[in-house]
């Protein structure tokens, strides 16, 4: 399957759910309260967590099972998915154990859940350490099927397992509030979803019919990969979750709900480069790092991210609130438009800084992602509780989105030696920087100056939104690029 056919698969299967969380989360707001509904989106970052911390063996899995070598060697091949797959169940286990251990600690200490809601919490969180298992499980099939290439087959799955999120807590209001009710069918219904990877993996891959085989040498494959990325793969998720569990332990279980409410929603433009990102991984884990084909993917994946992410932060940045008021109510656009802003303002530079973490990746250079995540874990945990006694949760989003930006930066620094970039290109790439930038500070200073005037931010942004498409035209395209786009335009065209 092409690359393009991929991405639109993993974009169908990303998107799909955002939609279901648009209509979702508004009731279960409203029906549940802000904190049971902070205790079940904490649920879904606890989920997140675990899903990230395999320890780096479900990426390593990707990577050899997309190498040649493993057509060359199919036993070796076998040998390497047992390994992975038992290696997970094992993982999955221990995790499981450990964390329902701890939840009480959790539940009554650090979230200072009311006394009223303590025992529910407690077994909402025990369901969700029986869902780690089964979760690591279906995520090291997913890996499997990726690598050879079966994007199809997994976004199939990928939609309903993350509906289940929403959708059954949706329709369960019906029968109760009681959140644990809600992630017990959450977890019948992963379940299922596993049981899915399987039948489809044993489809695609016939061996795995086979009596398994685990092989010493193929899971110290896997971990030396792994060392480094290893250590990413537990950073990486602490990273991600501190800004939400920061939040709950400072201000409660309330604020979750003004915090992670414009978080689920900006944070979903992450699909965008998960989905060509995740398609592309297997290509670049299969070419040199320093060849033009790399070189080319690298710049196609910078021109579609540039060109569809930089309009939607910038709608983002002017019209958050508005958005959010009539999205979910005027009280929480009040409380939450500033962190939209910031969470915005991050995740553009994420979704860049994809591009370089994908490539060292893929390129088996793990450890250049574990330092910056090492070396910036305790300076983001300070700054974070430095600003949020600021400026509240709105500090949080900020110190979240410097951190984010800064990583993208070190990357793509680190991706430029590693590629042994010359330095005309890296000076070109800072001029389209410092032009990308200034189209990001014109939209936050529409919102910031024009807050109260919806028209003249209206006009503002269309003059912004023409001034970036006849930059990207003229300036990010090439040439061959521009005649591509105007021969499938003129297609198109003829055909209607």
């Not at 057509?71 to 997970?88: C, G, K, M, R, Y």
């Not at 009040?334 to 370089?356: D, E, H, M, R, T």
């Not at 100056?449 to 912004?464: D, K, M, P, T, Y």
Request: net charge positive; with cysteine; aromatic share 10%.
């Amino acid at each position: 399957m092409s690359l393009h056919g991929n991405t639109l698969w993993n974009l169908l299967g990303g998107g799909t759910p955002i939609l279901v969380a648009i209509v979702s989360i508004p009731p279960l707001i409203n029906h549940l309260g802000d904190e049971r509904f902070g205790i079940l989106a904490i649920g879904w970052v606890i989920t997140a967590y675990f899903v990230l911390s395999d320890f780096g063996i479900g990426l390593a899995t990707k990577k050899y099972a997309s190498s040649p070598d493993c057509d060359q060697e199919p036993n070796s091949f076998l040998v390497l998915i047992w390994t992975s797959l038992s290696a997970h169940v094992g993982l999955g286990m221990l995790a499981a154990i450990i964390f329902a251990a701890v939840t009480p600690l959790i539940v009554q200490d650090i979230f200072k859940t009311s006394a009223a809601l303590q025992e529910e919490a407690i077994h909402a969180f025990l369901w969700l350490a029986a869902s780690v298992p089964p979760l690591l499980l279906t995520s090291c099939l997913r890996n499997i099927l990726e690598a050879r290439q079966r994007f199809d087959l997994t976004n199939i799955l990928k939609i309903p397992a993350s509906l289940i999120n929403y959708l059954v807590p949706l329709l369960s209001l019906s029968m109760t509030k009681d959140i644990s009710v809600m992630l017990a069918f959450i977890f019948l219904g992963r379940l299922v979803i596993l049981l899915g990877h399987v039948f489809f993996s044993r489809n695609v891959i016939p061996e795995l019919k086979c009596r398994p085989r685990v092989g010493g040498r193929h899971l110290r494959k896997l971990i030396d990969f792994g060392l480094w990325a290893t250590l990413s793969s537990l950073i990486n998720p602490v990273i991600l979750v501190a800004d939400r569990f920061l939040v709950a332990s400072l201000f409660g279980l309330a604020a979750v709900t003004y915090y992670i409410t414009p978080y689920e929603v900006v944070t979903k433009l992450w699909v965008i480069s998960a989905s060509l990102m995740g398609a592309l991984f297997p290509l670049m884990s299969a070419i040199s790092p320093r060849s033009e084909e790399m070189t080319r993917l690298h710049r196609t994946a910078y021109v579609i991210l540039v060109g569809v992410t930089l309009p939607m932060v910038s709608v983002i940045l002017v019209f958050c609130r508005d958005i959010l008021e009539i999205w979910i109510g005027a009280n929480i656009a009040q409380q939450s438009g500033s962190v939209a802003k910031w969470i915005a303002l991050g995740i553009f530079f994420n979704i860049l800084g994809q591009i370089p973490l994908t490539l060292l990746q893929a390129s088996g250079r793990p450890d250049s992602v574990a330092k910056i995540q090492l070396f910036q874990l305790p300076i983001f945990l300070a700054l974070a509780w430095y600003l949020s006694r600021w400026q509240g949760t709105v500090g949080v989003a900020m110190a979240w989105a410097l951190r984010v930006t800064v990583e993208a930066l070190a990357l793509q620094l680190i991706n430029a030696k590693w590629m042994e970039t010359s330095g005309k290109p890296r000076f070109r790439n800072l001029a389209r920087f410092g032009i990308i930038v200034s189209f990001l500070f014109v939209s936050w200073g529409l919102e910031s100056f024009g807050r109260e005037q919806i028209a003249v931010r209206s006009w503002g942004f269309c003059i912004l939104l023409g001034s970036f498409a006849v930059w990207y035209w003229t300036s990010l395209l090439h040439s061959d690029e521009r005649a591509t786009v105007m021969r499938k335009l003129h297609t198109l065209l003829k055909t209607k």
